[in-house]
């Protein structure tokens, strides 16, 4: 298994960030990766989603759990690899959210590839998860 994960802290209610990560059609204006994207239904477990980053093939991703508020997980799958990311909000005492990423690879070769597929994937995840929290503050 390869893992890697990555949190910000903000100010940002977590009902802020999750009404942006709901929209996913609107993902692109906090995601520059993201060329065009589309969901099949609503924003819950079972929806899938079809997101094409510039210059890359579409990539099909299964919302596997969504919990309103708390934690969404997508799931893509290829060549025997399962690539699953957790996208997780907590709520401190100080009325902080900290938004945490982590991606699990797993699977058919996923200590050989994982090394080699995951930084490209998760590369742009600090800029990314800032630019969602600095929209979320408005």
């Keep these: 298994m390869w893992t890697y994960e990555h949190s910000i802290e903000t100010d940002a209610a977590p009902e802020a960030i999750w009404r942006l990560w709901a929209d996913v059609e609107?993902?692109?204006?906090?995601?520059?990766?993201?060329?065009?994207?589309?969901?099949?239904?609503?924003?819950?477990?079972?929806?899938?989603?079809v997101m094409t980053p510039a210059g890359q093939e579409p990539v099909h991703l299964?919302?596997?759990?969504?919990?309103?508020?708390?934690?969404f997980?997508?799931?893509?799958r290829f060549d025997g690899l399962l690539l699953r990311t957790i996208h997780r909000l907590d709520q401190d005492e100080r009325g902080r959210t900290r938004v945490?990423?982590?991606?699990?690879?797993?699977g058919t070769g996923a200590d050989r590839l994982g090394p080699q597929i995951g930084p490209a994937v998760t590369a742009d995840w600090p800029e990314t998860m800032a630019a969602l929290v600095k929209v979320?503050?408005?």
């Design 26 to 49: 609107n993902w692109g204006t906090w995601n520059a990766d993201i060329t065009s994207i589309r969901i099949s239904g609503p924003f819950a477990a079972g929806a899938e989603i």
């Design 62 to 71: 299964t919302v596997a759990e969504a919990t309103v508020n708390e934690l």
């Design 73 to 76: 997980v997508d799931e893509a």
């Design 100 to 106: 945490t990423y982590r991606m699990e690879i797993t």
């Design 136 to 138: 979320a503050q408005g």
